[in-house]
């Protein structure tokens, strides 16, 4: 398996972990109206938004996700990943190497109190999944302390499961 292909499967699998807890959440009130819940969401498909804008040369928003609801965020999370996937399938194995400048950069050098290293639009793309992997663990968390049994989300289960496309809650 090559890094991009790798890179893909990382990205099919986030969008199969993100819409099967975005349809565990839209089926209970509960949890879809919990304040935790949907900072959380916005959060990370927020994030989400960013990179893929970043990594185009598009002008991003950091409240692009502000305010929405449920419904409102399954529907930026669905265009932030078939938006992810067509980025993935224009890229070469050369691009992977090539130093992404985060606009962010600057304000993570004075929170962290070191001058932050240079990043390969590879180690960005690692980065998403994995931020957002850490964001549905507290969804999770989260659910379980609501009394719903979270889904099992591992990378591993997708490919148990023949590595199934996303299954995204209906917009209504």
């Given amino acids: 398996m090559n890094t991009l292909s790798l890179l893909t499967d990382m990205f099919r699998h986030m969008a199969w972990a993100d819409a099967l807890v975005l349809s565990m959440i839209s089926d209970r009130p509960v949890a879809e109206r919990d304040g935790y819940i949907l900072d959380k969401l916005r959060h990370l498909h927020m994030v989400q938004s960013v990179f893929l804008d970043v990594w185009c040369g598009e002008t991003f928003d950091p409240c692009v996700a502000d305010g929405l609801d449920l419904r409102a965020l399954a529907g930026l999370a669905r265009e932030v990943h078939a938006g992810s996937m067509r980025f993935l399938e224009s890229l070469t194995p050369e691009a ?64 148990w499961r023949h590595k199934p496309d996303a299954a995204w809650p209906e917009s209504k």
């Fill in 96 to 159: 992977l190497e090539r130093v992404v400048r985060l606009p962010w950069s600057k304000m993570a050098t004075a929170k962290l109190g070191f001058e932050v290293a240079a990043h390969t639009l590879a180690e960005t793309l690692v980065q998403v999944p994995e931020h957002s992997a850490y964001h549905r663990g507290q969804l999770c968390a989260r659910l379980r302390e609501l009394g719903v049994d979270p889904p099992m989300t591992d990378y591993i289960a997708w490919v």
